[in-house]
């Protein structure tokens, strides 16, 4: 987790985003989410799209697929 590893290291959150090629922003909330919730909250849960095919279809969707 190079994020982590950088925010341990001191490292400001403009020179995160250059390094990661990600919006200030996004280093903002991830130094948030990591110092409050740990390491493992920033661990990546895969792409969006496999989680959200898992699902299933809500109920009235179903109804309109029969």
Known sequence: ???VDL???????LCIAR?????????????RT???CGR????SRGPLRLRLSARP???DQARDVA
């Open 1 to 3: 987790m190079r994020a």
């Open 7 to 13: 925010f341990d290291g001191g490292v400001e959150a």
């Open 19 to 31: 390094k990661l090629r990600v919006s200030e922003k996004s280093v903002y909330q991830w130094r």
């Open 34 to 36: 990591w110092r409050t």
């Open 40 to 43: 493992e909250a920033l661990r």
């Open 57 to 59: 279809a809500p109920a």
